[in-house]
């Protein structure tokens, strides 16, 4: 957890403010840190909508709490998957 603060934090600080991920700071935020899970997302629109559905108080900024929920979402369907192959194996 103590990781994941300083990263968002690395990433959130590249404007000078680093309480919220700005829409630049965001895509490049996910296109470093979670390149495993973006890579297969087709289309330089689909991160755009994604980080847009995100932004539940919608003031066009991810702030940490808002972060947590696409990493902890990735999280999810990343074990979605482990445990659907396991059974189709
Ligand atoms: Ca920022
Ligand atoms: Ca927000």
Same mark, same amino acid.
């Given at each position: 957890m103590e990781s994941l603060t300083a990263v968002f934090q690395n990433h959130a600080g590249? &404007? *000078? +403010?680093?309480c919220d991920l700005s829409k630049t700071e965001s895509l490049r935020f996910l296109s470093t840190e979670l390149a495993a899970f973006t890579? +297969?997302?087709? *289309?330089?629109g689909v991160l755009d909508r994604r980080t847009r559905k995100l &932004?539940? +108080?919608? &003031?066009g900024q991810l702030d940490f709490q808002e972060c947590l929920n696409l990493t902890g979402g990735m999280a999810v369907a990343c074990h979605g998957s482990f445990t659907c192959s396991q059974k189709c194996n």
């Open positions: 590249k &404007d *000078g +403010n680093t890579k +297969n997302l087709k *289309g330089p &932004d539940i +108080n919608c &003031d």
